[in-house]
């Protein structure tokens, strides 16, 4: 007979003290800050703040100590607190042609109106351990020429394609788009809605699907027309003033990919795009969710469904978020021992009936 195994209250202040102490580490160690996590595993903080859809860098790098670098428990905690904060109000849609670009390629046009610049990237580096950070090594200071060179106006790449009517034309409605943080997701879902569920979608599922649509699981072969990196202001209209106003700035990762359209009985051929912005420097996951959202779009641009995973807006979206998919799978871990018991006595009922139906030898 199986019984449960008791511990109760005790046990589980005992498990939180051990895994306190699993946090801490070795006393002899130098224990990490939040500011060293923030200023030095600052991917991991944007990450966590993208998926968990608050920006804050100082809470993301609170969530990741506290979470002992697991990045989906680290959004868990992110999301809860989110949940207990105050809302004031909606800001502006973010002009990200003003962004301020730490970063900014395109893999269509060498000669890009502003420039390319390549940033801070992993892209030209090659993948060997650099033995020196582990001796601690300084790191020389960047110049000057770089932040002022960041500064110039960078206009989008796909605007000189518009210009001569080689891109679709996105449909803009004027109204305010559903809130996913405040309103269940329901399908079908409009293009807005489905980009907010993809920005706070789980990176790896995302670039898991992303690199399905590049294998030829749907019909859409991508470039990059555009990723940037950078800052850009956010301003809120202040009924009060009759104005918005500039409350802060946000880092930003845009990606604007380009893919062929054969056209239909009332659009020529031309190009579409696939969209990606995200919170922090995140730039597999802005591609990524560019790729995903551009196999979406079948439906709207009148394509066939090939029965891809990418386009299946269900399956896409309701398994994209990492905190629904850990709560669903984690909980199985937790004492189902009456429905096991069910199913044992099951299996022993029908072990016996078919003992009994054998002839004997």
């Not at 209209?237 to 009759?242: K, T, V």
Request: negative net charge; glycine residues 8%.
């Amino acid at each position: 007979m199986y019984v449960a195994v008791k511990g109760g209250e005790r046990a589980i202040d005992a498990a939180h003290d051990w895994l306190a102490e699993e946090r801490r580490g070795d006393l002899s160690v130098a224990e990490l800050s939040v500011a060293q996590i923030r200023e030095q595993l600052s991917l991991a903080v944007n990450r966590v703040m993208a998926e968990g859809s608050l920006y804050d860098p100082d809470l993301a790098a609170l969530a990741i100590k506290q979470a002992r670098g697991d990045l989906i428990e680290a959004v868990f905690l992110i999301r809860a607190y989110r949940t207990t904060l105050p809302r004031f109000g909606p800001s502006r849609p973010v002009e990200t042609e003003d962004m301020v670009c730490d970063r900014r390629v395109s893999a269509t046009f060498k000669d890009a109106p502003g420039g390319q610049v390549l940033g801070p990237t992993f892209d030209y580096t090659h993948r060997l351990l650099d033995f020196k950070l582990a001796a601690d090594g300084a790191v020389p200071e960047g110049d000057e020429e770089r932040a002022e060179a960041s500064a110039e106006a960078m206009p989008h790449i796909m605007d000189f394609l518009a210009r001569e009517g080689l891109v679709q034309r996105e449909e803009v409605s004027g109204q305010m788009p559903p809130d996913l943080t405040r309103t269940p997701l329901e399908l079908p879902a409009e293009r807005a809605l489905r980009l907010q569920s993809l920005a706070r979608g789980d990176e790896g599922f995302l670039l898991g699907l992303a690199y399905s649509t590049q294998r030829g699981y749907a019909r859409s072969h991508a470039f990059v027309a555009e990723l940037r990196v950078g800052k850009v202001a956010v301003e809120m209209d202040i009924p009060e003033l009759g104005f918005a106003i500039e409350i802060g700035e946000v880092e930003l990762t845009e990606c604007e990919t380009v893919n062929q359209f054969q056209g239909s009985k009332t659009e020529p051929p031309q190009f579409t795009r696939g969209y990606g912005l995200v919170f922090g420097m995140s730039e597999r996951k802005a591609i990524s969710m560019a790729l995903v959202d551009r196999a979406l779009r079948w439906k709207e641009l009148g394509e066939d469904n090939v029965g891809a995973p990418a386009q299946d807006e269900e399956f896409v979206l309701y398994h994209a978020d990492n905190i629904q998919a850990s709560g669903f799978l984690e909980h199985i871990k937790l004492p189902h021992y009456v429905d096991f018991q069910s199913e044992l006595e099951l299996i022993r009922k029908l072990r016996r009936e078919a003992s009994e139906e054998e002839p004997p030898a």
